[in-house]
């Protein structure tokens, strides 16, 4: 599967691109509303709904574009603003499902605390320690139950609650692979994380804390870890893909894209 990830991004060299641009467009506002912090503290809230909205609408897009590739094995600009149009309210949607989760999950999580707490009030910090380690282990063994929700909601084109049967039952199927893989490539992104975060330098009064990270060895850094994530977002496609349509191959993705390639000669 991870094969046949490679080859999908080799053919469609447009989803690097893409997330190049995100992630610059990305570090740019982060840039500026740092600059400007007292102009992103008096309208916090609407930047940030902003922000959100910007995101989801380009998450869509994308996710389009990579649904797209893994399936036909090409994909196309147009298809970005397609898949604006058709996902954008499913991806918000399954958002606020998500939301609602993750609410319920940390009042479960308070609960704990305070009973952990309590009984272990002499010695705190093993307390604390023990909540970490609750939330780190339940975090990542319930994690693949999730990652699959929008690749299935993006290949099969189905609504929010069926997208999330039909990627956890995938899941459920694969349920250490896509363990696996979580841990395999999330190590580039903690990696990444402690390297800015060590190097940040933050001045409370200027708020000067991203200039200094604008170097060549963090240029690199952030290209590895966007090429990292984009292949880890096709595995999951392609996973899900193969799970669900026993026909699919590198195959028929090669052909798939051939007679594509065809038609628009013709």
Known sequence: MLKKSFEILKK???????????????????????????????????????????????????????????ISGKTKVSTFLSGIKNFSLRLFLAALLFGLFVFGYSIIILILSFIIDISSSNIPSIGTLIILIIV????????????????????????????????????????????????????????????????LSFNIQSFNMISQMHTSGFWILKFIDVFWNLIFNIFLYVLYKSKTDSSYSLESIQNSSQDVDDNNIE
Do not use: Q
Not at 144 to 166: C, N
Not at 175 to 181: E, G, N, R
């Open 12 to 70: 469609n060299p447009i989803l690097i691109l893409f997330s190049l641009i995100f992630e610059l467009s990305n570090i740019s506002l982060n840039s500026d509303l740092v600059k400007k912090y007292h102009l992103f503290f008096s309208y916090s809230a609407l930047i940030i709904i902003i922000f959100f909205v910007l995101s989801l609408m380009c998450t869509a897009g994308f996710n389009a574009m990579v649904g797209e590739a893994v």
């Open 136 to 199: 780190l282990l339940s975090t990542l063994f319930l994690a693949p139950l999730f990652i699959l929700w929008v690749p299935a909601m993006i290949s099969d084109d189905i609504g929010v609650t069926e997208s999330l049967r039909s990627g956890a039952g995938v899941a459920k199927e694969s349920y250490w692979i896509l363990f696996l893989s979580i841990i395999v490539f999330i190590i580039p992104d903690f990696i990444y994380g402690f390297i800015v975060l060590k190097n």
